[in-house]
């Protein structure tokens, strides 16, 4: 069925340096891919997303890059700072739910930045 | 706007009881989504619905019903509480984009336990 695999489980940087998360999907007509951010005790909430038609997409700090080819996906924080402290999840879209905005869900990466 | 509203935040049942949570979102948004995200996990879709009076199986339905009489609610009813059910729960909802997946927004959760 399909699947979505998330690396790292957890990673740990200094202050400032980048951090990057990698995922895999298997299913090769998935066209929707949203990062999402848990904060300890709140729900995920969305930082980012992209679209199957371009490769990569920038807001600030934070980018986003797709391989289609490859099937797969990275999330990119850059100059990272203490509030960039949680859980980041990679989802990818059920094509044949598209009309019910269907995703799953990588298995989540914690993100720690050391001061 | 609220957005995603869930209620209780936190409860506990004992085995073989009954209840409801609840969801209610007030982005006038036809699509919602229940998830329970247990320890280490990413989320796993329990039901979804893409308007009132429709509802469908997600992943994992065993335990639950739903129902949705109005486009603001989607309650969760766990009938015969199972330790296998303790877990954290998420509401979710987006808009129905023209064919094309929509950003989900969620809820902060409930946190039960079944003891």
């Known amino acids: 069925g399909e699947n979505v695999e998330q690396h790292p489980s957890t990673l740990s940087v200094q202050e400032g340096d980048s951090a990057v998360i990698k995922c895999t999907y298997s299913?090769?007509?998935?066209?929707?891919f949203p990062w999402y951010k848990q904060e300890l005790g709140k729900g995920p909430q969305l930082i980012i997303d992209?679209?199957?038609?371009?490769g990569e997409k920038k807001d600030q700090r934070i980018a986003v890059t797709l391989n289609k080819t490859a099937k797969h996906f990275s999330l990119h924080i850059t100059e990272t700072q203490p509030e960039d402290s949680a859980v980041y999840f990679c989802?990818?879209?059920?094509?044949?739910?598209?009309?019910?905005?269907?995703?799953?869900f990588g298995s989540g990466t914690r993100l720690s930045i050391r001061p | 706007n609220a957005g995603v509203t869930q209620t209780p935040k936190f409860r506990i049942l004992k085995i073989g009881q009954s209840m409801t949570l609840q969801c209610t979102q007030d982005?006038?948004?036809?699509?919602m989504y229940w998830y329970r995200q247990d320890p280490g996990m990413g989320l796993k879709l329990i039901y979804y619905?893409?308007?009132?009076?429709?509802?469908d199986k997600g992943e994992v339905p065993n335990g639950y019903n739903v129902s949705r009489s109005t486009t603001e609610d989607f309650p969760l009813r766990l009938e015969l509480a199972a330790p296998s059910q303790t877990s954290v729960y998420f509401c979710?909802?987006?808009?129905?984009?023209?064919?094309?997946?929509?950003?989900?927004?969620f809820g902060d959760g409930t946190r039960l336990s079944i003891l």
């Open positions: 989802a990818a879209s059920l094509p044949k739910y598209s009309s019910a905005s269907k995703i799953i």
């Open positions: 992209i679209r199957s038609n371009v």
């Open positions: 619905s893409v308007g009132a009076g429709i509802t």
């Open positions: 979710a909802s987006s808009y129905p984009g023209t064919g094309n997946n929509q950003p989900q927004h």
């Open positions: 299913d090769s007509a998935s066209n929707y």
């Open positions: 982005m006038n948004h036809n699509y």
